[in-house]
């Protein structure tokens, strides 16, 4: 029962431009939505996040969008860097406890 | 500030026997999670602990994996009688009070031959 997903697995950019990942979800009772980089062979950092009573929430380059009516929400990182080559899961919350549900997750490579 | 510390960070076992994980919570932490990477997928909950109390082991299976979190000492992810099935990453996360600020740590590789 996948509650998130993330429907690309993969997602190559150019240096520069804008990375854009998208993540869908099924329970309209999460509330609250995160976004994880990860490395190889590291654990999940935490990138941004955002409550279900915003629209968007800017950090930087990173800018998370949620529409609530489609159960969607996307990951833009403007410009994209080469550091930015990674895995990016999409998480959400619905309940006190902060059990997170994670989709599975999209591999970004940024060329130069 | 020391982040989440999990050990061993790989862990290689043979089939039919107990795999420990150990995870120390960043300080000032006392709510702690752990999750499992299987290849290709993303991570699943499996358990979340505060000090001596299991409050939601929901996704954890029902059989051979246990945790605790006691009072003193890290945390402990317990697979009993392992089988292939069991290989992949896992990871622990603790967070403070607010629940949804979660930090994770390295991760154990398990390989179960």
């Known amino acids: 029962d996948q509650q998130v997903k993330q429907n690309s697995p993969s997602l190559s950019v150019q240096e520069g431009r804008i990375s854009i990942l998208n993540c869908d979800y099924t329970n309209s009772m999460f509330d609250y939505f995160l976004w994880y980089k990860k490395y190889p062979a590291e654990g999940p950092t935490f990138l941004i996040s955002?409550?279900?009573?915003?629209d968007k929430n800017e950090d930087g380059r990173f800018t998370v969008f949620l529409n609530k009516s489609a159960k969607h929400l996307s990951l833009h990182i403007v410009p994209s860097q080469p550091g930015d080559s990674a895995v990016y899961f999409c998480?959400?919350?619905?309940?006190?406890?902060?059990?997170?549900?994670f989709g599975a997750g999209t591999q970004v490579v940024v060329t130069p | 500030n020391a982040g989440v510390m999990q050990n061993p960070r790989h862990l290689v076992r043979r089939r039919g026997q107990e795999a420990r994980l150990r995870c120390s919570p960043m300080?000032?932490?006392?709510?702690v999670y752990w999750y499992r990477q299987l290849p290709e997928e993303g991570l699943k909950f499996m358990v979340y602990l505060q000090k001596e109390n299991i409050i939601d082991e929901s996704g954890m299976p029902k059989e051979r994996f246990s945790a605790e979190f006691p009072k003193e000492g890290p945390s402990i992810l317990r697979i009993q009688q392992v089988v292939r099935g069991d290989s992949a990453a896992y990871f622990c996360a603790s967070s403070g009070e607010r629940t949804d600020e979660q930090y994770f740590g390295p991760g154990t590789r398990l390989t179960v031959t």
């Open positions: 955002i409550s279900s009573i915003k």
């Open positions: 998480a959400a919350i619905f309940d006190s406890w902060g059990k997170l549900q």
């Open positions: 300080k000032g932490h006392s709510h």
